[in-house]
T-cell receptor, first 113, second 112 residues
Framework: AQSVTQLGSHVSVSEGALVLLRCNYS??????LFWYVQYPNQGLQLLLK??????LVKGINGFEAEFKKSETSFHLTKPSAHMSDAAEYFCAVSHATGNQFYFGTGTSLTVIP | EAGVTQSPTHLIKTRGQQATLRCSPISGHTSVYWYQQALGLGLQFLLWYDEGEERNRGNFPPRFSGRQFPNYSSELNVNALELEDSALYLC???????????FGQGTRLTVV
């Protein structure tokens, strides 16, 4: 069975500060991990993904995430928050032998000017 | 290449009526997912179709149903609408196992 836990349903950061959104997963097989972003009244857009290979993954808009197998984590970071980063962020897990996606409950990011 | 398209974008129904929502996946994608996103409740998994068959369904009553057509497009039907069914319904498609899901813009269903 697979599942995703996102710690913190709401995160606030100041503009220019570090963004850290936490995601932990459970999976009985090697996972494929994803971060999605959702702006108000829109669908979800892929930020970045990890399948195999390098554990530090760079995505769009300056975001990156690191797959840590020992910690079963895939936290999302950005060195300097921008006002346009305010959105809902979802972590998801899948794997190569089963197609179903499992999403976390989401983290709402607020950027304070 | 066209993305995932959903129709209609907005739908207003009266309690007790039926709603039909449609989704066209990206060309070549065979899997379609449906999610409900009610205000403040995150993404709730509804249904997963792959190669024309229902592979899994979430914890929703039977009045939520759907199907996938031979061209892999999909339809979500909600019968006997209730006020709490008001939500954004999102459809996503994937190419193959493990590949990323691509989302449509959603259908905003309002039940009055």
């Amino acid at each position: 069975a697979q599942s995703v836990t996102q710690l913190g349903s709401h995160v606030s950061v100041s503009e220019g500060a570090l963004v850290l959104l936490r995601c932990n997963y459970s999976s009985s097989v090697p996972p494929y991990l994803f971060w999605y972003v959702q702006y108000p009244n829109q669908g979800l857009q892929l930020l970045l993904k990890y399948t195999t290979g390098a554990t530090l993954v760079k995505g769009i808009n300056g975001f990156e995430a690191e797959f840590k197998k020992s910690e079963t984590s895939f936290h999302l970071t950005k060195p300097s928050a921008h006002m346009s980063d305010a959105a809902e962020y979802f972590c998801a897990v899948s794997h190569a032998t089963g197609n179903q996606f499992y999403f976390g409950t989401g983290t709402s990011l607020t950027v304070i000017p | 290449e066209a993305g995932v398209t959903q129709s209609p974008t907005h739908l207003i129904k009266t309690r007790g009526q039926q709603a039909t929502l449609r989704c066209s996946p990206i060309s070549g994608h065979t899997s379609v997912y449906w999610y409900q996103q009610a205000l403040g409740l995150g993404l709730q998994f509804l249904l997963w179709y792959d190669e024309g068959e229902e592979r899994n369904r979430g914890n929703f009553p039977p009045r939520f149903s759907g199907r996938q057509f031979p061209n892999y497009s999909s339809e979500l039907n909600v019968n006997a609408l209730e006020l709490e069914d008001s939500a954004l319904y999102l459809c996503a498609s994937t190419l193959t196992w493990g590949a990323e899901a691509f989302f449509g813009q959603g259908t905003r269903l309002t039940v009055v």
